[in-house]
């Protein structure tokens, strides 16, 4: 997918791998390295480590406009007894911020899907949790 944005200079495409990268560098940042780690379509982590711009993870990332909206939703499985709330935040502003570097002016939601927790084993989960980020205008 690339997102098309009009401009006074032209249309500027953004792909997704752009994004994906954003995302990774995102679950990478302290706090959040080996609390969270993507996951390929279904919530599925498997044997290797995996990277969002790893073809198979890359289709778990859903980035779009709607209502003049970007929105970017991706999966994830979180470390047991990691707040659920403080590290999706911080993953979602570090995005928020990055994102804003190339498009300013654009209201952003951010859903991180938790597909799972894992401890000794993977337990699923279906908890979503969605920010919303106004434009800088």
């Known amino acids: ?22 995302v ?18 279904g919530g599925n982590l498997l044997d290797r480590v ?3 711009t790893d073809p198979e993870v890359m289709k778990s990332i859903r980035v779009y406009s709607e209502e003049g909206t970007v929105k970017i939703e991706f999966s994830v499985i979180m470390k047991f007894g990691a707040s ?11 995005i928020c ?5 190339f498009l300013p002016e654009e209201p952003i939601q951010i859903t991180v899907d938790i597909a ?10 279906n908890t979503k949790t969605v920010y919303r980020y106004e434009s800088d205008r």
């Open 1 to 22: 997918m690339i997102l098309m944005k009009e401009t006074d200079l032209g249309m500027i495409a953004i792909s997704k791998n752009v994004f994906a990268e954003i």
């Open 24 to 41: 990774e560098a995102a679950l990478n940042q302290p706090g959040c390295a080996g609390v969270i780690w993507p996951t390929a379509r």
């Open 50 to 52: 995996l990277h969002f």
């Open 84 to 94: 659920i709330r403080a590290v999706t935040r911080k993953v979602s502003d570090y």
């Open 97 to 101: 911020e990055r994102v804003r570097e």
């Open 116 to 125: 799972g927790v894992r401890s000794k084993q993977v337990a699923r989960r």
